[in-house]
T-cell receptor, first 114, second 112 residues
Framework: AQSVTQPDIHITVSEGASLELRCNYS??????LFWYVQSPGQGLQLLLKYFSGDTLVQGIKGFEAEFKRSQSSFNLRKPSVHWSDAAEYFCAVRSSGGSYIPTFGRGTSLIVHP | EAQVTQNPRYLITVTGKKLTVTCSQNMNHEYMSWYRQDPGLGLRQIYYSMNVEVTDKGDVPEGYKVSRKEKRNFPLILESPSPNQTSLYFC???????????FGQGTRLTVV
C-alpha cells in the first residue's frame, strides 16, 4: 500500500527566507507525486506534480520540487517566501494504475513571520 | 468552467438525522472520491468510485455510504450521523492516468 510522510507538522519562516517542506513516500513502483496547498477556509489547489521525466519540477507561485528515488522523497522548495504563502501544504502519492485517487500526507502548516 | 461542486458548504445537524452531501463534476471524469480532513490527520479517503456503479471503500468508510448512478454525481450519505463525523469533507475527481485530482471547495459538517 502506498503512504506519505510529512515529518514536519509546523514550519515557521521569515518572509523572504527560503523554504523546504519535506515529503517521503512509500510505494513499490514509480509513484505519481503531487503537492497541494490549502489556504484557510479554501479547498485544495495543485502546486505541482511529477509523473515522469525531469526529476525537478516547477509549479505555480514560484514553487519547485525534486523527486529523489534513492531517498523516496519529493521535497517542496521556494527560494523566497511571501506572507501569502502561509497555508497548509499536502504531499500526495498515487499509483500508476488502480483507483487513480491519491493518498495524502498529514500536512505541514507554514507560518510566515513578517 | 471546469469544477467540482459540493453542497452544502456548511451543515450543522443532530445525531442520527440522515443527511446527504452532494458532489458534482462537469469534466466527464471517471474517478471520484470522498475525503475527510481532520486536524493532524490530513486527508483520509472515505470511498472512491472508478466509474458508474463501481464504488469501493477507502481508509475510513465506517458510517458512510456512497452511490454512483451517474458519471457526474457522487453523493456522500450519512445514514445516522454521529459527533465523531464532525469534519471537513472534500470531494475529488480525476480523469485517470496522467492527471491530478481536482477538489471541491469542501463541506464543513458539525454533528451535535
Amino acid at each position: 500500500a502506498q503512504s506519505v510522510t510529512q515529518p514536519d507538522i509546523h514550519i515557521t519562516v521569515s518572509e523572504g527566507a527560503s523554504l523546504e517542506l519535506r515529503c517521503n513516500y512509500s510505494y513499490g513502483a514509480t509513484p505519481y507525486l503531487f503537492w497541494y496547498v490549502q489556504s484557510p477556509g479554501q479547498g485544495l489547489q495543485l502546486l505541482l506534480k511529477y509523473f515522469s521525466g525531469d526529476t525537478l519540477v516547477q509549479g505555480i507561485k514560484g514553487f519547485e520540487a525534486e523527486f529523489k528515488r534513492s531517498q523516496s522523497s519529493f521535497n517542496l522548495r521556494k527560494p523566497s517566501v511571501h506572507w501569502s504563502d502561509a497555508a497548509e501544504y499536502f504531499c500526495a502519492v498515487r499509483s500508476s494504475g488502480g483507483s487513480y485517487i491519491p493518498t495524502f500526507g498529514r500536512g505541514t502548516s507554514l507560518i510566515v513571520h513578517p | 468552467e471546469a469544477q467540482v461542486t459540493q453542497n452544502p458548504r456548511y451543515l450543522i445537524t443532530v445525531t442520527g438525522k440522515k443527511l446527504t452531501v452532494t458532489c458534482s463534476q462537469n469534466m466527464n471524469h471517471e474517478y471520484m472520491s470522498w475525503y475527510r480532513q481532520d486536524p493532524g490527520l490530513g486527508l483520509r479517503q472515505i470511498y472512491y468510485s472508478m466509474n458508474v456503479e463501481v464504488t469501493d471503500k477507502g481508509d475510513v468508510p465506517e458510517g458512510y455510504k456512497v452511490s454512483r448512478k451517474e458519471k457526474r454525481n457522487f453523493p456522500l450519505i450519512l445514514e445516522s450521523p454521529s459527533p465523531n463525523q464532525t469534519s471537513l469533507y472534500f470531494c475529488a475527481s480525476s480523469s485517470g492516468l496522467n492527471t491530478e485530482a481536482f477538489f471541491g471547495q469542501g463541506t464543513r459538517l458539525t454533528v451535535v
